[in-house]
């Protein structure tokens, strides 16, 4: 089993960026601590027709049973679950993703909140100098986003809006979803393939 990386899904529209993240990251043997806000089992709802199941404990066992991996590899916390790992700096992964992230948990991790599971983790990375990545997908951005982002990108947190490339000629929605979750993996360090790197396979003039 790799390192493990914690993924925490909030309320922001993007729902199928995180499954692909998540696709992507347990195929590559990575052990996953996800943790899902209440808003995001909505979302899950609207944009895949997916109903989470309420509790975490089944929601684990739904994941799992998708994407064919063990409880070892795949574990789900619920919002006030303290003693989970991802709550300690001696025991939480340094690697964090928030895909998709919504402006309200941005703001709360910017002002440490941490008044549910998904900000003290995101505090704990911080705190503890290690990798943050928040997706934020919201248009347009006010003042006060932009202001919550240069914080925290001054923090060294990773600053990645959903925002698709088009020059590699997508063909389908997969393939801008594929876009976004390569850029992820490339700054997680994890090899991928379902991207190539800019100027690989292409022509020189």
């Not at 990575?30 to 609207?46: E, G």
Request: proline share 6%; net charge neutral.
């Amino acid at each position: 089993m790799n390192s493990a990386i914690t993924l925490a899904i909030t309320g922001a529209s993007g729902a199928p960026y995180a499954v692909r993240l998540l696709e992507c990251l347990l195929a590559q043997q990575q052990q996953v601590h996800v943790l899902l806000s209440s808003a995001a089992r909505v979302v899950f709802a609207t944009e895949l027709n997916w109903q989470l199941p309420a509790s975490p404990q089944a929601t684990a066992l739904a994941l799992q049973e998708r994407f064919q991996v063990s409880a070892e590899q795949l574990q789900v916390y619920g919002k006030e679950q303290w003693f989970a790992p991802v709550a300690s700096g001696s025991a939480a992964p340094k690697k964090m993703v928030v895909c998709p992230c919504s402006t309200g948990t941005l703001s709360a991790i910017a002002n440490g909140a941490s008044d549910n599971l998904i900000e003290r983790a995101a505090d704990v990375v911080i705190k503890e100098r290690g990798q943050l990545i928040l997706l934020p997908r919201e248009m347009p951005l006010s003042a006060i986003h932009l202001e919550n982002m240069l914080k925290l990108a001054r923090l060294g947190v990773t600053i990645m809006p959903a925002a698709p490339g088009f020059y590699h000629q997508p063909q389908t929605i997969d393939d801008l979803i594929d876009f976004v979750v390569a850029r992820i993996l490339d700054h997680l360090g994890l090899k991928q393939t379902i991207q190539p790197q800019w100027g690989y396979g292409q022509e020189s003039s």
